[in-house]
């Protein structure tokens, strides 16, 4: 089996060789090419020699139907069987038939169907025999095998047979009988065989030709050059191929060797590229400042960057999840998972655990497929950015934030942020409350109600100039009229450009309240300090009559000087009284008490300084107003306040012949009305605003301005209200609304 071995994979070798390939298929082609010439010359020969045949076949037919013709017109059946037998015996005739009309064979040349003579032609099995009567056609037919030309030519009936008399009424026939020759093709088959035979022999010859010379060729031309390339094609994979210039001729084979070279330069410079990829991405991996880790199927690190290392230690063999987090099994969600799965990278914040204690790391972890030769995902590149400080300073940021949130809603101020176009973005929860849902408003139609923005806005300024500007304005909301101190500050963009600005708004108008108050406080200390003064005078002057009475023993200079001590002494106490009344809290001493008794009390009381001062004190009130829980003294006090202060007014005034001071009261729904009007000198819009301001007198260093501050008190301690109506020259009304339910204290009292 050994010596069998070489012989047969050298045939094998040589057989599936370049050379015998080309030489043997273009051999073959030759070949093939040839036979098909050979057989479309043959093919056209041989049917032009059969139409040729045929031809000669329907020429001989003619011309023997020519030679039997006499015969037939002397009605010679002996010339005509002798004609025929002549005839069919010849070298290049088989057989010679004459049939009548009605396909009665009367004459053959072949001696072994002489005893057919007589008898009806067998034309179910010859075709050309059918309807001799009435087919004036000539017509031929080959045999099956092809070796026998059957022609058939029909005897027509002419003028001259028609009066033959052996006929009869034979001119209503077209057709007397047939001529049936046939003709044998054997030779002329043997002969077509034959040159065929020489020319698939020549073709053999030619292909044996061809293929050896074309296989000579290849091996000695083509087969060098070949192994040469596969020479260098085998140093080119080991790397140890260096193209030189050479002269390879000017064949394909030169230019396919040409390319060959110029193919692996630009393979060694690709090469040369790779490699170079290769050592920066090997770099790269290693020094990227993040953690790259390249996980398998199993979940193990098959390999880690330099950082991942120095940080998490050799991993290597582990499985990640181990590594990461300490878990003994997959994370729920994992991403290296999923990309396997999908073959799509992934994203996700996650928690990692580091050093000996486990300190916690925040990281942003990235997945992307590696995939192999065949296109499918063999690992998972995992790259993790440590953001834990950027986690704290986010931790940090919000907690500024919502501190900053709190205070911006809490501070003591209205802060709002205005755009461009002047519209409040930003509001706190202070200005929310006092100013309702302001978001996308103007901010000057929601502080002042105004249509455009301000003459001397600051926040246009700050817009401008993007400094600091503020301002002290006066707003009137709800008809009350507050001292506001704007603040402006520019809110700039990440490239300094000022797209907001900050607005502060701070009420002082208690601030500018207590300025007025101490202003007026001043005066009226200066007033208060003359009218002590005074009183201390009249008292030291009444102590000196009284004394000089008592040594003296006049009794009724003793008196006038008492009265005098008295008088003064009631000054200094009501006016104690006001201070202390104005300055402290008190609840009202509630007791049943009769309306109309109190008003008529006052009207006694005040009646000669009313006529005094030719004022009329009129009483508007009935007397069955009823008995009501009311601090008695209070109402006595603040009525009375308002009865003195109108008298005051009437007489200070000169511009009218007659004076009046009205009292009035009703009870309507359980709520008492009393209202003190006057026609004297009435106020002006800026005092009667001032009007229930401590220590604001209209009666200058003669007032103390505390009488209307304790009268308003004590309506509002009875939980009414008070109102005021004056005109300059007409006169001024005071309302006042009380209700009249008992009250808890009272009821509390009562009830104990």
């Known amino acids: 089996?050994?010596?069998?071995?070489?012989?047969?994979?050298?045939?094998?070798?040589?057989?599936?060789?370049?050379?015998?390939?080309?030489?043997?298929?273009?051999?073959?082609?030759?070949?093939?090419?040839?036979?098909?010439?050979?057989?479309?010359?043959?093919?056209?020969?041989?049917?032009?020699?059969?139409?040729?045949?045929?031809?000669?076949?329907?020429?001989?037919?003619?011309?023997?139907?020519?030679?039997?013709?006499?015969?037939?017109?002397?009605?010679?059946?002996?010339?005509?069987?002798?004609?025929?037998?002549?005839?069919?015996?010849?070298?290049?005739?088989?057989?010679?038939?004459?049939?009548?009309?009605?396909g009665i064979l009367h004459y053959t040349s072949n001696t072994d169907n002489k005893s057919g003579i007589g008898s009806a032609s067998p034309s179910q099995s010859d075709s050309l025999l059918k309807d001799i009567s009435k087919n004036l056609d000539m017509r031929y037919r080959f045999s099956d095998d092809g070796s026998c030309l059957n022609v058939v030519n029909p005897l027509k009936n002419t003028q001259g047979c028609s009066t033959i008399a052996c006929h009869g009424s034979a001119d209503n026939t077209p057709v007397l009988g047939a001529l049936q020759l046939k003709l044998p093709l054997e030779k002329f088959r043997a002969r077509i065989d034959k040159q065929a035979q020489e020319t698939l022999l020549f073709a053999a010859g030619l292909f044996l030709l061809v293929s050896t010379s074309l296989g000579l060729v290849i091996i000695f031309r083509v087969i060098p050059a070949i192994r040469k390339l596969q020479a260098n094609a085998r140093n080119l994979a080991s790397g140890n191929y260096n193209p030189q210039s050479q002269d390879y001729g000017s064949d394909e084979i030169a230019d396919l060797a040409r390319s060959f070279d110029e193919m692996s330069q630009q393979i060694t410079q690709s090469q040369?590229?790779?490699?170079?990829?290769?050592?920066?991405?090997?770099?790269?991996?290693?020094?990227?400042?993040?953690?790259?880790?390249?996980?398998?199927?199993?979940?193990?690190?098959?390999?880690?960057?330099?950082?991942?290392k120095n940080e998490f230690g050799d991993q290597s063999g582990n499985r990640c999840f181990r590594a990461f987090k300490g878990r003994d099994s997959?994370?729920?969600?994992?991403?290296?998972?999923?990309?396997?799965?999908?073959?799509?990278?992934?994203?996700?914040?996650?928690?990692?655990?580091?050093?000996?204690?486990?300190?916690?790391?925040?990281?942003?972890?990235?997945?992307?497929?590696?995939?192999?030769?065949?296109?499918?995902?063999?690992?998972?590149?995992?790259?993790?950015?440590?953001?834990?400080?950027?986690?704290?300073?986010?931790?940090?940021?919000?907690?500024?934030?919502?501190?900053?949130?709190?205070?911006?809603?809490?501070?003591?101020?209205?802060?709002?942020?205005?755009?461009?176009?002047?519209?409040?973005?930003?509001a706190n929860k202070i200005f929310m409350e006092d100013f309702g849902e302001a978001i996308g408003k103007n901010c000057y139609l929601v502080y002042k109600g105004r249509n455009e923005k301000c003459e001397d806005c600051p926040v246009e300024k700050t817009f401008i100039d993007g400094t600091i500007h503020s301002s002290e304005e006066v707003w009137h909301r709800n008809g009350e009229t507050k001292h506001?101190?704007?603040r402006t500050a520019p809110i700039e963009d990440d490239q300094g450009n000022i797209v907001e600005v900050m607005e502060m708004s701070t009420d002082?108008?208690?601030?500018?309240?207590?300025?007025?108050?101490?202003?007026?406080?001043?005066?009226?200390?200066?007033?208060?300090?003359?009218?002590?003064?005074?009183i201390l005078s009249g008292l030291e002057g009444g102590v000196y009559i009284v004394d000089s009475g008592l040594r003296s023993?006049?009794?009724?200079?003793?008196?006038?000087?008492?009265?005098?001590?008295?008088?003064?002494?009631?000054?200094?106490?009501?006016?104690?009284?006001?201070?202390?009344?104005?300055?402290?809290?008190?609840?009202?001493?509630?007791?049943?008490?009769?309306?109309?008794?109190?008003?008529?009390?006052?009207?006694?009381?005040?009646?000669?300084?009313?006529?005094?001062?030719?004022?009329?004190?009129?009483q508007e009130f009935d007397d069955n107003l009823g008995t009501w829980y009311l601090d008695p003294k209070g109402i006595h006090s603040a009525i009375s306040n308002l009865v003195s202060n109108a008298i005051?007014?009437?007489?200070?005034?000169?511009?009218?012949?007659?004076?009046?001071?009205?009292?009035g009261a009703r009870v309507e729904n359980s709520v008492l009305s009393l209202w003190v009007a006057d026609n004297g000198s009435g106020m002006p819009e800026?005092?009667?605003?001032?009007?229930?301001?401590?220590?604001?007198?209209?009666?200058?260093?003669?007032?103390?301005?505390?009488?209307?501050?304790?009268?308003?008190?004590?309506?509002?301690e009875h939980g009414g209200t008070i109102a005021v109506e004056s005109a300059t020259d007409v006169g001024t009304t005071f309302h006042i609304e009380i209700p009249l339910s008992r009250p808890k204290q009272v009821q509390a009292s009562r009830s104990m």
Not at 518 to 527: D, H, K, S, Y
């Open 1 to 102: 089996m050994h010596r069998w071995r070489t012989p047969i994979e050298f045939v094998r070798k040589f057989v599936t060789s370049l050379s015998f390939k080309l030489s043997f298929y273009a051999g073959l082609v030759m070949f093939v090419a040839l036979l098909a010439f050979t057989y479309r010359t043959i093919s056209t020969q041989e049917e032009s020699l059969i139409q040729e045949r045929i031809k000669a076949a329907l020429k001989d037919s003619e011309v023997i139907k020519a030679a039997i013709w006499n015969g037939m017109m002397t009605k010679d059946r002996e010339v005509i069987r002798q004609i025929v037998e002549a005839i069919g015996s010849h070298e290049g005739f088989k057989e010679l038939n004459i049939y009548d009309q009605k």
């Open 272 to 308: 040369t590229k790779l490699e170079e990829s290769r050592r920066l991405y090997r770099e790269l991996f290693q020094k990227v400042p993040c953690y790259l880790t390249v996980v398998d199927k199993n979940y193990r690190i098959s390999r880690s960057n330099e950082a991942f």
């Open 330 to 426: 997959k994370c729920e969600n994992c991403l290296v998972d999923r990309t396997f799965s999908d073959k799509l990278p992934h994203r996700s914040e996650e928690i990692w655990l580091t050093g000996d204690h486990g300190e916690q790391t925040f990281v942003i972890l990235n997945t992307s497929p590696i995939y192999n030769e065949s296109g499918g995902v063999s690992e998972v590149l995992e790259m993790a950015v440590d953001v834990t400080r950027v986690e704290k300073l986010q931790k940090q940021l919000k907690k500024k934030e919502q501190q900053f949130q709190t205070l911006f809603e809490n501070v003591p101020c209205y802060l709002t942020v205005v755009d461009r176009s002047f519209r409040i973005a930003f």
């Open 484 to 486: 506001i101190v704007v």
């Open 508 to 534: 002082i108008t208690e601030i500018k309240t207590l300025q007025n108050e101490l202003a007026i406080l001043g005066e009226t200390v200066a007033g208060m300090s003359h009218d002590v003064k005074n």
């Open 553 to 618: 023993g006049k009794e009724d200079r003793t008196r006038t000087g008492w009265n005098m001590v008295k008088k003064n002494v009631e000054k200094v106490s009501g006016l104690v009284k006001d201070i202390l009344y104005a300055s402290k809290e008190r609840t009202p001493e509630y007791e049943e008490c009769g309306i109309a008794d109190i008003l008529k009390e006052i009207s006694d009381l005040y009646g000669k300084k009313a006529k005094e001062s030719n004022v009329d004190l009129v």
């Open 648 to 663: 005051q007014a009437c007489h200070s005034t000169r511009a009218k012949s007659s004076f009046y001071v009205r009292i």
């Open 686 to 716: 800026e005092v009667r605003q001032k009007l229930f301001t401590k220590f604001y007198s209209t009666k200058g260093s003669k007032g103390t301005g505390l009488g209307l501050v304790v009268t308003r008190k004590i309506i509002e």
